[in-house]
């Protein structure tokens, strides 16, 4: 477990400023400071024992009694002032997130390495931190699957059946093939980052919206195939997707395909018109499968937050 926590307190060292701020949505400027010894103690008093034990040894301490031999933050070491820097920000990250998102994407890998039972042991509202800190190989990938599934749990949607249009269909093989379709759905769709931006960005371009729209990400999660994409909501001096501030500037449009793409259910606040999702949705089926659909049946609609 010391070699984990060692590497991965080095990967999120490096992680830069930027991805934490626009990528991971975490106010790195408020926490990437450390002003006393109080606030390290703090800091490391939010890890489980194990886990702080291991960063205090790394440091050459050797238990929290140690601190009261220092009189300043300066002269503590500088390794120990980095690493707690490092934790205020993970903290900072995952207290946005919800703590059973984090569990269960972190469980599998910690089931597999032998360090969940070890998990379990550890008082509830210090589990998620830790989780991260022993992860085997923690990424940006791996913080940014946590931080949109968290989104994702937080939304509720309109819910679609997704339906082939058969209008005008003359040829029985083509007429065979979306009833196949129909009845049993696609077989491994595969969607794209740059797939859903060239059509996002072709939506406002065609209908002259002036308007920004990026994909930022798509999960396989839970049978489903999630796509997260960020549409300008208001015009203002800010011209950059990564500039704006969710919820002001900004709104979350969620796809979530079922994954046979037989349904699909929609997350979009009330200002976004239902045209927009819908065009997203039917052209990621002309592109990614070559299947003539044109049309979203709704079957039921659920109270948006």
């Known amino acids: 477990m010391r070699d984990i926590v060692d590497n991965n307190l080095r990967v999120l060292s490096e992680i830069h400023e930027d991805i934490w701020r626009n990528e991971l949505e975490t106010d790195f400027s408020a926490v990437s400071t450390i002003a006393s010894i109080e606030e390290i103690i703090k800091v490391l008093n939010s890890l489980a024992n194990q886990v702080r034990t291991i960063?205090?040894?790394?440091?050459?301490?050797?238990?929290?009694?140690?601190?009261?031999?220092?009189?300043?933050?300066?002269?503590?070491?500088?390794?120990?002032?980095?690493?707690?820097?490092?934790?205020?920000?993970?903290?900072?990250?995952?207290?946005?997130?919800?703590?059973?998102?984090?569990?269960?994407?972190?469980?599998?890998?910690?089931?597999?390495?032998?360090?969940?039972?070890?998990?379990?042991?550890?008082?509830?509202?210090?589990?998620?931190?830790?989780?991260l800190l022993i992860f085997p190989q923690i990424s940006t990938e791996v913080l940014k699957q946590c931080l949109f599934l968290s989104s994702y749990d937080r939304f509720t949607y309109h819910e679609y059946i997704l339906i082939p249009d058969f209008e005008g269909v003359t040829d029985l093989r083509e007429r065979a093939r979306l009833e196949q379709v129909q009845h049993v759905g696609i077989q491994n769709p595969q969607f794209t980052v740059s797939l859903v931006n060239q059509i996002v960005n072709q939506y406002e371009r065609e209908k002259r919206t002036r308007m920004l729209s990026n994909c930022r990400n798509i999960l396989n999660h839970d049978?489903?195939?999630?796509?997260?994409?960020?549409?300008?909501?208001?015009?203002?001096?800010?011209?950059?997707?990564?500039?704006?501030?969710?919820?002001?500037?900004?709104?979350?449009?969620?796809?979530?395909?079922?994954?046979?793409?037989?349904?699909?259910?929609?997350?979009?606040?009330?200002s976004v018109k239902p045209e927009v999702y819908e065009t997203y949705a039917i052209k990621l089926f002309k592109l990614c499968q070559n299947l003539n659909i044109t049309t979203l049946d709704e079957v039921m609609v659920m109270e948006l937050m």
């Open 55 to 131: 960063v205090l040894n790394r440091n050459e301490v050797a238990t929290m009694n140690d601190f009261d031999i220092y009189n300043d933050i300066t002269e503590l070491p500088e390794n120990l002032i980095n690493d707690i820097k490092v934790i205020k920000i993970l903290k900072e990250f995952v207290g946005n997130q919800k703590r059973e998102v984090i569990l269960n994407c972190t469980k599998p890998s910690l089931e597999a390495a032998g360090f969940w039972n070890i998990i379990e042991t550890f008082a509830q509202h210090k589990r998620a931190l830790s989780c």
């Open 223 to 270: 049978n489903e195939i999630i796509i997260f994409i960020l549409r300008e909501s208001q015009r203002s001096g800010l011209r950059t997707i990564e500039e704006f501030v969710v919820g002001m500037n900004a709104d979350w449009i969620v796809l979530s395909f079922s994954r046979d793409l037989r349904s699909l259910r929609v997350r979009a606040v009330n």
